[in-house]
């Protein structure tokens, strides 16, 4: 199976300038815990969740309203393509640490989110299974990146 059988075809994202309060309320009015930042082409640039609101937002204190997603995002995000298998995803996912991947598309354009929720629905025998060899504990593990 993959990721384009399961992700939602109306993905949540928001755009690189969007105010940190929208981006706040983005995120609990849709119950996810990561948003895709793009840019205004709809291009795939970072993505920020709750905790990186919470971890670098709440630090800067009230300023934290000054800024914008592009502020606090994480760049380089790890991804994944609609033409994945779920199998692999749930790999990379467990690799890097992840519980949600941005999708895009063979243009750079986001294309859903895939959570690790969402594989465990379809498929639960992964939720009692190691997929990959444990991370070491130094954490020097590179990321994988399709």
């Not at 993905?11 to 940190?20: C, F, H, K």
């Not at 895709?36 to 709750?50: E, I, K, S, Y």
């Not at 690799?95 to 594989?119: F, H």
């Amino acid at each position: 199976m993959q990721v384009k059988d399961i992700i939602d075809i109306a993905p949540v994202s928001i755009s690189t300038d969007a105010p940190i309060p929208h981006t706040a309320r983005a995120l609990r009015q849709h119950a996810i815990g990561l948003l895709p930042v793009c840019d205004c082409r709809g291009v795939l640039v970072g993505v920020l969740t709750a905790g990186d609101l919470v971890r670098r937002g709440m630090v800067l204190g009230p300023n934290v309203f000054d800024l914008t997603p592009e502020d606090l995002m994480t760049r380089h995000a790890i991804w994944c393509s609609p033409i994945e298998d779920i199998v692999d995803v749930a790999r990379l996912m467990q690799i890097n640490n992840v519980r949600c991947l941005p999708v895009k598309d063979a243009e750079g354009k986001i294309a859903g989110v895939i959570s690790l929720k969402d594989i465990v629905a379809l498929m639960p025998s992964l939720a009692t299974i190691d997929l990959v060899a444990p991370v070491p504990k130094d954490g020097n593990t590179p990321p994988y990146h399709p």
